[in-house]
């Protein structure tokens, strides 16, 4: 079965800190990946995905993740966190035609 | 593009009320979903849709909730009674087959 799991429910950084959330998914068939962000109080928007090829994708507002297949992992990193990257960030896997959603991980930049 | 539309974008009602939310997708979007979010439980598929046929009802929570999807352009989230407990935010997203997923804004329903 399809799954998502995101291990850090809160992280707290300071402005300029490098940011790393970790993403596991689980599922068998060809694995399509998602980091979505949700600001507070909006609605969740993508901020980069793997279908195939490099496995390091780029995303927006300088985010990066790597699609790591011997680890089931698509970790999200940001070598400098700006206060306003404050939000809630959520892991998903594809499955047959709809994603699955990892808990989220709130994302709190301290200036 | 306008991006997936939702109405209303707040809604206050009373328990035993007929609560009606609605989506329109993303013109070409042939996938529509709708998400319920809560503190306590975080983001739920309710249902998802593929070419107008719902495909997935297993996330609804009781038969207390219907989605319908009369055309390729239009769908309703209906709870009747409301309850407290369905006060949430409730998302619409539209996407090709297995494709990304955008959302709309969301309706925020409050059941007192």
């Known amino acids: 079965a399809q799954s998502v799991s995101q291990h850090n429910h809160h992280v707290i950084l300071s402005e300029a800190a490098s940011l790393e959330l970790g993403c596991n998914y689980s599922y068998g068939g060809t694995v399509n990946l998602f980091w979505y962000v949700q600001y507070p109080g909006q609605h969740l928007q993508l901020l980069l995905k793997y279908f195939s090829g490099d496995p390091l994708v780029k995303g927006i507002k300088g985010f990066e993740a790597e699609f790591i297949k011997s680890k089931f992992s698509f970790n999200l990193r940001k070598p400098s966190v700006q206060w306003s990257d404050t939000a809630e960030y959520f892991c998903a896997v594809m499955g047959a035609n709809n994603l699955f959603f990892g808990t989220g991980t709130r994302l709190t930049v301290i200036p | 593009d306008a991006g997936v539309i939702q109405s209303p974008r707040h809604e206050v009602t009373e328990m035993g009320q007929e609560v009606t939310l609605r989506c329109k997708p993303i013109s070409g979007h042939n996938s529509l979903f709708w998400y319920r979010q809560t503190m306590m439980r975080g983001l739920e598929l309710l249902i998802y849709f593929n070419n107008n046929v719902p495909i997935d009802d297993s996330g609804m929570p009781e038969d207390r909730f219907s989605a319908k999807m009369p055309n390729a352009s239009f769908s309703t989230l209906k709870i009747q009674p409301s309850e407290p407990r369905d006060s949430a935010v409730y998302f619409c997203?539209?996407?090709?087959?297995?494709?990304?997923?955008?959302f709309g804004p969301g309706t925020r329903l409050t059941v007192t």
């Open positions: 997203a539209s996407s090709v087959t297995r494709g990304e997923q955008y």
